[in-house]
């Protein structure tokens, strides 16, 4: 299975304050994707990280990838309200059926 | 367009009636997919098209459900009979190439309510 755990399973932070989320998984990888979902905008690719890179930047995200550890992290900084959703990771590999844990749900208090 | 659109975006029908949802995804993208969402739960696959053919129906739940895509471009996911389990959220995707572990964009979805 290419489905990533989340953790933690919940984070509440400030708005303005930083995020960070972690993503485990177990398959070898092409990639490793970061997904967004909430009720406003739905299920929203966030960012692509290959499996060659370590380090990728959009905007104010900020994801890394240990291969070694088999995990990644997904930094928010300066969150917004707006930035309340669930987030899933997926671990691209050599299937396309999508497939998510159960995410992390970040609510961020105005 | 600018993104995959889908409609209806919601839809309450009786069970036993058929619905049909439609999908329209990024102009060029080859690959189309189906999902299902259930209040509270996951993805689930559906189905998966590479240009207007269906390599994978794994997902479809029973023989209710059918899915077409026409022109390499809109799709339809047909229900018929339905049934109140079938309340879920409809959600359709598509990406350039239909490349195994490449990124997927997605529609808003269709909320099917059975009654």
């Known amino acids: 299975s290419q489905q990533g755990e989340e953790d933690p399973q919940a984070l509440s932070i400030q708005e303005g304050e930083n995020a960070t989320m972690n993503c485990s998984y177990k398959?070898?990888?092409?990639?490793l994707q970061w997904y967004r979902q909430n009720s406003g905008r739905g299920l929203v690719h966030l960012i692509l990280?290959?499996?060659?890179?370590r380090e990728k930047h959009s905007g104010r995200l900020r994801v890394t990838l240990d291969t070694s550890k088999k995990s990644s992290s997904l930094l928010i900084t300066a969150s917004r309200a707006a930035d309340t959703a669930s987030y899933f990771c997926y671990s691209g590999g050599s299937n396309y059926k999508l497939t998510f844990g159960k995410g992390t749900l970040l609510t961020v208090n105005p | 367009g600018a993104g995959v659109s889908q409609s209806p975006s919601n839809k309450v029908t009786e069970k036993g009636k058929d619905v049909e949802l439609r999908c329209d995804p990024i102009?060029?993208?080859?690959?189309l997919y189906w999902y299902r969402q259930r209040l509270g739960q996951g993805l689930e696959f559906l189905i998966y098209?590479?240009?207007?053919?269906?390599?994978?129906k794994s997902g479809l739940p029973s023989d209710r459900f059918s899915a077409e895509r026409t022109g390499e471009s809109v799709s339809t996911l047909t229900i018929q009979r339905t049934q109140q389990e079938d309340s879920a959220v409809y959600l359709c995707?598509?990406?350039?190439?239909?490349?195994?572990?490449?990124?997927?964009?997605f529609g808003p979805g269709t909320r099917l309510t059975v009654l």
């Open positions: 098209f590479q240009g207007n053919s269906a390599p994978d």
């Open positions: 990280i290959r499996s060659n890179e």
């Open positions: 398959t070898s990888i092409n990639n």
């Open positions: 102009s060029g993208h080859t690959a």
């Open positions: 995707a598509s990406s350039p190439n239909g490349l195994a572990g490449g990124e997927q964009f």
